[in-house]
């Protein structure tokens, strides 16, 4: 395990909030090859009693710690082919989704994911988490993702319908058993829950603030009852902790100071907003963002 595994790696980057955090041990998986090697390393992780993180071209993570006690894995699997004939995509877990939507758009003129573009994270995470924008959810045209079982070590594939996906969610978020190595979507239809003419790129300009945050912090309640529209009620937006704060742009967008931001005042905000919003209206705001602690 010594000469596969990195230790006492600084991994500040792959968080956007840029809270200072390394992690005990590291890998990266570069290769499909290097998928093979995860059998032993999770096998070095239970007889160790050793946590493991996998990360992905994703930067929705909160670090709650200063030194992780396990392993992170990190996967930076990247490439992409698009079928022009039937429309069909195939990329690699570890690629951007706004670049793909971006390459779709101006390489072929597929402008079915055009709100995806600046659509923070990976194809992994997206399809982990059911991203959605303006009411174009990842499932929407979802086929098949091809995946490495660490229970079995095999490599097998994983239909929509056996991946259960939901309102941010989906088998990949509830078992963690699955590594998507690839995903294959179906780009010839749109499907939406809503139609929507807003124009994301000029929002995530305009109202969205840029830097130092994983986007939107807290999962909307409702239509009716946005997280941003709660934490503004409840006199938080622009509220500052120490080095965090809730934007002035958008409530719900938690942000760090550039240089020296704080784990543990971003964990104090949280509370504060759940607090807050549960005693005045009786509604439990609930993280999109992934909180880590060991």
């Known amino acids: 395990?010594?000469?596969?595994?990195?230790?006492?790696?600084?991994i500040t980057g792959l968080s956007n909030f840029k809270t200072k955090a390394k992690t005990k041990y590291y890998y990266?998986?570069?290769?499909i090859e290097d998928v093979f090697h995860l059998k032993d390393i999770i096998d070095f992780s239970k007889e160790n009693k050793?946590?493991?993180?996998?990360?992905?071209?994703?930067?929705?993570?909160?670090?709650?710690?200063?030194?992780f006690k396990g392993i992170v894995i990190k996967n930076n699997l990247k490439w992409f082919y698009?079928?022009?004939k039937n429309q069909t995509l195939e990329v690699y877990s570890s690629e951007s989704i706004s670049d793909i939507a971006r390459s779709l758009e101006i390489d072929y003129g597929q402008i079915l994911w055009h709100r995806f573009i600046w659509l923070p994270g990976s194809i992994w995470g997206a399809v982990f988490w059911n991203a959605w924008c303006f009411w174009l959810e990842t499932e929407n045209n979802f086929l098949e993702a091809e995946v490495y079982n660490i229970e079995t070590w095999v490599i097998e594939k994983?239909?929509?319908?056996?991946?259960?996906?939901?309102?941010?969610?989906?088998?990949?978020?509830?078992?963690?058993?699955?590594f998507i190595i690839k995903v294959k979507f179906d780009l010839s239809h749109l499907?939406?829950?809503?139609?929507?003419?807003?124009?994301?790129?000029?929002?995530?300009?305009?109202?969205?603030?840029?830097?130092?945050?994983?986007?939107?912090?807290?999962?909307?309640?409702?239509?009716?009852?946005?997280?941003?529209?709660?934490?503004?009620e409840v006199g938080l937006k622009w509220y500052t902790?120490?080095?965090?704060?809730?934007?002035?742009?958008?409530?719900?967008f938690l942000m760090?100071?550039?240089?020296?931001?704080?784990?543990?005042?971003?964990?104090?905000?949280?509370d504060l907003a759940k607090n807050k919003v549960q005693n005045v209206f009786w509604i439990e705001l609930q993280a999109e963002v992934r909180i880590i602690q060991n």
Request: charged share 25%.
């Open 1 to 10: 395990m010594q000469k596969i595994l990195q230790q006492n790696i600084d």
């Open 28 to 31: 990266e998986i570069n290769q």
């Open 50 to 67: 050793l946590k493991l993180l996998f990360i992905w071209w994703w930067t929705n993570l909160l670090f709650a710690f200063d030194t």
């Open 82 to 84: 698009y079928q022009e």
């Open 158 to 178: 994983i239909n929509k319908e056996q991946s259960h996906f939901w309102y941010r969610n989906s088998i990949f978020k509830q078992t963690e058993k699955y």
């Open 191 to 232: 499907v939406e829950k809503y139609s929507s003419d807003v124009d994301n790129i000029k929002f995530r300009q305009e109202v969205q603030p840029m830097w130092n945050s994983c986007g939107s912090f807290f999962k909307n309640h409702s239509k009716e009852y946005s997280a941003g529209k709660l934490i503004e």
């Open 241 to 252: 902790y120490n080095t965090a704060f809730f934007s002035e742009k958008h409530a719900n």
């Open 256 to 270: 760090t100071n550039r240089d020296n931001g704080d784990y543990k005042d971003l964990l104090f905000l949280i």
